[in-house]
């Protein structure tokens, strides 16, 4: 049942979103790039799960964290907040206008896709993380220093 509540969650996170930006110049479809962002996000960790079962409630906290803290709540924060400056009379004019006419469409994409990108570089860094392409002996020999590098 908690997995069905957090899939509506993302449902209708996704679809505020996209109604928030629909009229945004720049980020018109924001809802279905927090869908895409977080799919590769919940996809890449089921994946990862499989190769890394040792791990796998530690990946699942990590999936939630992602979706939700770094992708679904900033990124319908950052639409509302767009939506919100469309309406605003002092929005298209001065410098301030343009510089946030600007910048919050690329913070709304900088906010949706980059945790996607961060996520799935992690989820492969994880094997280098915990392994290490050293042997037994190597790996011994200079936790010890008994490499000969000591004097």
Not at 46 to 62: I, K
Request: proline share 2%; net charge positive.
């Amino acid at each position: 049942m908690k997995y069905v509540n957090y899939f509506l969650l993302v449902l209708l996170g996704c679809g505020l979103t996209g109604y928030l930006t629909a009229s945004v110049k720049g980020v018109s479809g924001g809802g279905m790039f927090m869908l895409f962002s977080i799919t590769v996000i919940a996809v890449t960790g089921a994946v990862a799960t499989l190769f890394y079962v040792n791990l796998r409630n530690d990946l699942v906290e990590r999936v939630r964290n992602y979706i939700f803290a770094w992708v679904l709540f900033p990124g319908t924060l950052i639409a509302g907040t767009l939506r919100a400056f469309q309406t605003w009379e002092w929005a298209n004019e001065g410098t301030l206008g343009n510089v946030l006419t600007i910048g919050l469409p690329l913070l709304f994409i900088t906010s949706v896709i980059l945790p996607m990108v961060v996520f799935v570089k992690e989820i492969v860094g994880i094997r280098t993380l915990h392994r290490s392409k050293l042997d037994d002996e190597e790996s011994v020999q200079l936790w010890t220093r008994q490499d000969g590098l000591q004097r």
